[in-house]
């Protein structure tokens, strides 16, 4: 994507978009004149040179220096402006840009001013976006481990994002065998865990993560052997069936609920919301089949 068309005039964006970037040059700097990007480092700061060195003749090593520097800041504003453009064309209508905290808005900017992968300057400015409609709450941690991801590490989380589930309204990871081909098809195995391991995005177990589901089942209406607990993958509700011994007696005093050897970190769990994941074909089937051998039945619910 080149200049987006939205950051080269400001008179055509909507009154959110103009809000949101009256933050950002109150957080970091001047963006924008009435109609026009402002680029500073290019523009002001070379006229500056311009009359310092007319007083004073500069050193080829000071000019140098000079050239360098303003090179940089030019590479940096070019990297907020499109990272602000992606946000400026995801943000909702009815977002509230004005709400966003200064603090947290200019440590934002410094670490993404360096991005220059337009797929990763997306995912800033998606951060960007849902932050400023209220919808997420991006901790500075999160935003810290961010800007140490590449292009790589976002494809190889999105993969592993393939396999997340919404239990009880939180992102949980079902992979129960990290070495089993059905992953390893997916591109996830061992390595890439203990990959997103190591830059704080998910945690490994070899003995596996489990919750306590038990204030959360239902008893089923059609089957009163049964409870169940429903849970969601991506658009599908799908319900887990914990039979019962009998006379109304649960097999076990607690229902516990396995999420397999892989767990998000809160980090993990806030960038799962801006990773793109898609759901993976044949993986209800084989969660249905992982189940039936714990003697837990699936339902999809249409």
Request: glycine content about 6%.
């Amino acid at each position: 994507m080149g200049e987006n068309k939205s950051m080269t005039d400001i008179s055509s964006l909507s009154e959110p978009a103009v809000r949101l970037i009256e933050k950002i040059s109150n957080a970091v700097g001047v963006l924008y004149e009435p109609t026009r990007i402002v680029r500073l480092a290019a523009a002001e700061a070379h006229a500056d040179l311009i009359k310092f060195n007319s007083r004073r003749q500069l050193s080829q090593l000071e000019q140098r220096a000079v050239s360098s520097f303003l090179q940089r800041e030019t590479v940096k504003q070019e990297n907020i402006e499109s990272i602000t453009g992606f946000a400026l064309d995801t943000m909702s209508a009815d977002a509230t840009p004005e709400e966003l905290d200064d603090t947290w808005l200019a440590y934002f900017f410094r670490q993404c001013e360096l991005i220059k992968n337009k797929d990763m300057q997306k995912v800033w400015g998606q951060i960007l976006a849902r932050e400023a409609e209220g919808d997420s709450a991006f901790s500075l941690r999160t935003i810290s481990a961010l800007a140490l991801m590449n292009h790589s590490d976002a494809e190889m989380f999105s993969r592993f994002c393939q396999f997340v589930a919404l239990i009880d309204g939180n992102p949980e990871l079902l992979i129960f065998d990290v070495n089993d081909k059905f992953y390893r098809d997916a591109g996830v195995n061992f390595g890439e865990t203990i990959h997103l391991q190591s830059i704080g995005l998910v945690t490994y177990s070899d003995t596996g993560y489990t919750l306590n589901v038990t204030k959360h089942v239902v008893r089923d209406d059609f089957y009163q052997e049964d409870f169940l607990y429903t849970l969601s993958y991506f658009d599908q509700n799908l319900s887990l069936r914990y039979p019962l011994i009998e006379d109304g007696i649960l097999r076990r005093d607690e229902i516990l609920l396995s999420t397999g050897q892989v767990n998000l970190t809160e980090v993990g769990r806030e960038l799962f919301y801006i990773c793109s994941a898609r759901p993976k074909d044949g993986f209800v089937g084989y969660y249905e089949k992982w189940l039936k051998k714990e003697d837990i039945g699936l339902v999809l619910n249409i």
